[in-house]
């Protein structure tokens, strides 16, 4: 399955309003393999045929002299749908870009973007999940896999579109490549083949005891006993036995 990390620059951050799309940018990920080759992106600047605000510019650094001999969404339209057509497309906060795209494709009668892409997958709640309560930018994301951003000095949508596909192919690879290849994958999930590579800690003796007296304290305040007790005796008749 073709698997597209896509991003985009705008004038201004609403769609529903005056703003427009003034870059997209794609990075084609197959094989759970991020290509080298050009044809693997897509990538253009566009003339949003309205002023580019500062904001903007100092966010992404395209202005109005940059972008005054580039392309209209119109001119670039096919091309780019001919592009993402059929893949699943990743994209990081995908509400605003999938608004900005659907914005543009209803100026021109081409219905919605969902219309030609497998599916649409939000990277940014992916990794509210997997991270919650945590900061989840594709900067924060960078430096948390230690991913190389120093070529980020502005947003960029093709920039942005590869390293998000670096970010994602690192959020999903396989537990048991992150932990080593002492866990190995099955069918009822992640196994642990060979025990005997984990070490077990001896506690000292002196230790040991303090432990269980301080467990026999609690069992006599409790009026059910202390269930940690109960287990370990449970336990420990049951390897007797």
């Known amino acids: 399955m073709r698997q597209i990390c896509l991003d985009t620059e705008t004038t201004g951050l609403y769609a529903d309003k005056d ?10 990920i197959v094989g759970r393999t991020l290509s080298d080759r050009p044809e693997a992106f897509f990538h253009r600047y566009i003339n ?3 002023d580019v605000p500062i904001e903007a510019v100092n ?5 109005n002299a940059f972008l005054a001999d580039k392309p209209v969404f119109a001119d670039i339209v096919d091309d780019f749908l001919k592009f993402i057509e059929g893949a699943e497309l990743i994209i990081h906060n995908a509400s605003f870009d999938v608004g900005f795209l659907n914005m543009e ?9 969902e219309d030609y892409c497998l599916k649409v997958t939000d990277s940014l709640k992916m990794a509210s999940d997997m991270f919650p309560g945590l900061r989840n930018n594709l900067d924060v994301l960078c430096t948390r896999y230690e991913i190389d951003r120093s070529a ?3 947003h960029g949508a093709l920039l942005d579109a590869r390293l998000l596909a670096e970010v994602y192919l690192a959020m ?3 537990q048991g490549e992150l932990l080593g ?3 190995e994958a099955g069918e009822k999930g992640f196994q642990i083949p060979d025990k005997s590579l984990f070490v077990r800690a001896e506690v000292p003796a002196d230790e040991l005891a303090e432990h269980e007296a301080f467990l026999e304290r609690i069992a006599k305040k409790c009026k059910k006993g202390c269930r940690w007790t109960q287990a370990l005796h449970s336990e420990e008749t049951t390897n007797a036995s």
């Open 19 to 28: 703003d427009r799309i003034v870059e997209v940018g794609c990075a084609e």
């Open 152 to 154: 980020r000095t502005l």
């Open 48 to 50: 949003p045929e309205r």
């Open 59 to 63: 966010v992404h650094g395209l202005d």
């Open 181 to 183: 290849d002492t866990y």
């Open 172 to 174: 999903t690879r396989k």
């Open 105 to 113: 494709l209803g100026r021109l009668g081409k219905g919605r973007i």
